[in-house]
């Protein structure tokens, strides 16, 4: 059996897709699986064992005229060819797709040679390139039940599958966590993350915040803070060292999550996947470009109870204090912070989309 996989540049993409990927290896190591990446994506992934990865020319087009999109146009198109090329030389048995533009002449040429195809939405609103494809294949997965409401198909197509999570992200005791930070179990503690390549507005208003409230005294924060603002934020946190510790980068979340109360970050839809896996409450500053999908997959999480939103344009330090506090204050009662019972599949999501995609070949 013969598996083809593609997938965008960003995270957001493609952890879902390695996900997905070593769950389908778990369930028979004689499945052959490829995975299909733009050029740009060249040597930032590892695979798992027996699996295989060809990269694609591709680019972000452009309405404007002008020089650049014209070489834009010329790289998508010859993106294309390659993903023909592909689809020829591999003869998959199923095509899988995980979002971008970067996605969607694989999965087209997959349903114009009669092979089956699916597609996986991580946000609360599918992307253009999803939207486009779901009218062809043969299953739309969604990690969010309400996902089906904005896709113009038959609802027998969507299937809730969730959002395939890191094979690494195990839940560690949190003692253990803590210890691995050099942190204590007496404080409050407050994970800050801006995705991957960190945020400057989220940086720069939480470190102002936490410098100027006494009232955060009893808090210890782990800051993951991206490699532009590391060394700016390592002066300013000079005089809290005991409190808080800072990473440029940070692979290892399943110890910073296992370790934390309460995030601050923004709302990517694999973010939220982590968050609700490791019951964690939020406050989300959701990106507010990208046709505003990080704010839906917000509202989402704050209509379970388990979140605060905090828009990107209205982010500062009273505010940002406010929300810390109102949730620090909520910590360990019944109320808008903490949900026992939440109908989400995140424990199984990779083992789901393996079994969906199984069941169509």
């Not at 027996?50 to 834009?72: D, E, F, H, Q, V």
């Not at 996947?273 to 997959?297: D, K």
């Not at 109102?326 to 199984?348: D, P, R, Y």
């Amino acid at each position: 059996m013969r598996v083809l996989v593609a997938a965008g540049s960003s995270g957001g993409h493609i952890f879902p897709a390695l996900s997905f990927i070593r769950a389908i290896k778990d369930k028979d190591v004689g499945i052959s699986t490829l995975l299909v990446l733009p050029k740009r994506c060249i040597g930032l992934y590892s695979l798992p064992d027996g699996s295989r990865i060809r990269y694609i020319c591709g680019s972000n087009l452009t309405l404007k005229i002008a020089p650049k999109s014209l070489i834009s146009l010329f790289e998508f198109l010859k993106g294309v060819a390659q993903s023909l090329s592909i689809i020829i030389e591999y003869r998959p048995d199923i095509v899988a797709g995980f979002g971008s533009l970067d996605s969607i002449a694989i999965v087209l040429f997959g349903w114009f040679f009669r092979i089956k195809t699916i597609v996986h939405e991580q946000n609360v609103i599918p992307g253009r390139a999803n939207r486009l494809l779901a009218r062809f294949v043969d299953k739309v997965a969604v990690s969010f039940t309400d996902t089906g409401d904005y896709l113009n198909i038959d609802k027998q197509k969507v299937a809730f599958t969730g959002n395939p999570l890191r094979k690494e992200l195990v839940k560690i005791e949190r003692l253990k966590a803590l210890e691995f930070f050099g942190l204590t179990q007496d404080k409050f503690t407050i994970l800050v993350a801006g995705g991957s390549q960190g945020s400057g507005h989220v940086n720069s208003v939480f470190s102002d915040t936490l410098l100027s409230s006494p009232d955060l005294a009893k808090c210890q924060v782990i800051h993951i803070s991206g490699n532009k603002d590391y060394a700016d934020l390592k002066e300013k946190y000079r005089c809290l060292d005991s409190r808080v510790t800072l990473f440029s980068f940070f692979d290892k979340m399943h110890y910073a999550y296992s370790a934390s109360d309460l995030v601050v970050c923004r709302a990517g839809a694999t973010t939220i996947a982590e968050l609700l896996y490791f019951n964690l409450p939020a406050i989300f500053i959701p990106y507010p470009y990208a046709y505003a999908h990080q704010y839906n997959n917000a509202q989402v999480v704050a209509s379970l109870g388990k979140a605060k939103i905090v828009s990107d344009a209205e982010l500062s330090v009273d505010k940002l204090r406010q929300a810390l506090l109102e949730c620090i204050s909520s910590q360990g009662k019944s109320g808008i912070m903490h949900v026992s019972q939440v109908k989400v599949n995140q424990e199984n999501a990779a083992d789901s989309l393996a079994n969906l995609v199984l069941s169509l070949i």
